[in-house]
């Protein structure tokens, strides 16, 4: 289990380095290279009182295992918002067919068990732009003095 997320880790830090790491969670810190430089994070600490507020280019986060729904959808919340541009997250599977990270803008990465998957946030790619979102379609100002709605 632990090699499956420390090769997850060390694919997207290859992918793009990171210059600041923030580890959630009870182990995180172990999953990155030996010479890393890294900030924990207590997150029962931060829910009692959110003081830490840096901003980090990666989390990553690690729920305790008797960490409940709402503690865990607040930590999630946070860690795109306020505390990391780029979020790993290795998290629960609690219902395959409706997964309740993708409502908060985290994508499946990686399944490895069935009780566990890897789920990932960007800004950069959070949302695609649509084909239609373009000034070809909104403003025609060549047509504005021959055309009256």
Request: aromatic share 10%; glycine share 2%; net charge negative.
């Amino acid at each position: 289990m632990q090699e499956y997320r420390r090769s997850l880790v060390q694919g997207i830090l290859a992918e793009q380095a990171a210059a600041s790491v923030l580890c959630m969670g009870e182990g995180t810190s172990a999953l990155l290279p030996k010479d890393s430089v890294y900030t924990e994070l207590d997150t029962r600490r931060w829910l009692q009182d959110p003081h830490f507020t840096q901003r980090h280019d990666l989390a990553l986060f690690l729920p305790a295992a008797d960490m409940q729904d709402n503690e865990l959808q607040r930590l999630l919340v946070a860690a795109r918002d306020l505390l990391a541009r780029r979020v790993l997250a290795f998290l629960p599977e609690t219902a395959p067919l409706t997964p309740p990270y993708a409502a908060l803008g985290y994508q499946l990465l990686a399944r490895h068990l069935p009780s566990e998957s890897a789920w990932i946030f960007d800004i950069r790619s959070y949302k695609n732009v649509p084909d239609w979102l373009n000034s070809r379609y909104w403003a025609h100002p060549e047509n504005f003095d021959r055309q009256r709605w």
